[in-house]
């Protein structure tokens, strides 16, 4: 099992950006496939962008791709993910998961993923 720690979220206005980070412990970070997700208010958690273990792979939901991007430093066990541009509809909590795989791949399930961080809230204020 790895331990997940997000950080980055905030308050910004509309066309602002955010850099998030999940830093991870407890086990070899290169072993892990990592994503994002996010939940809003009375919605379910969805798949943003997902980046394989060595990093050759990267994936990202339609909402977001063109302003978000998903990197990985295996030397800090940190994932970041970087938005520019920023909407209200992009306001909610966003989660940084982990899934141990042998491939080099992307998985978007939310099923997929084991380990998950505590959240951190987003808001876009329009």
């Known amino acids: 099992q790895v331990q997940l720690v997000e950080s980055g979220g905030g308050l910004v206005q509309t066309g602002g950006s955010l850099r998030l980070s999940c830093t991870a412990t407890?086990?070899?970070?290169?072993?892990?496939?990592m994503a994002w997700f996010r939940q809003a208010p009375g919605k379910e958690r969805e798949f943003v962008s997902g980046i394989a273990r060595g990093g050759g792979i990267t994936e990202y939901a339609d909402s977001v791709k063109g302003r978000y991007t998903i990197s990985r430093d295996n030397a800090k066990n940190t994932v970041y993910l970087q938005m520019n541009d920023l909407t209200p509809e992009d306001t909610a909590v966003y989660y940084c998961?982990?899934?141990?795989?042998?491939?080099?791949?992307?998985?978007?399930?939310?099923?997929?993923?084991?380990?998950w961080g505590q959240g951190t809230q987003v808001t876009v204020s329009s």
């Open positions: 407890g086990r070899t970070f290169n072993n892990y496939a």
């Open positions: 998961a982990a899934l141990q795989t042998y491939i080099e791949g992307v998985a978007r399930a939310l099923g997929d993923y084991r380990d």
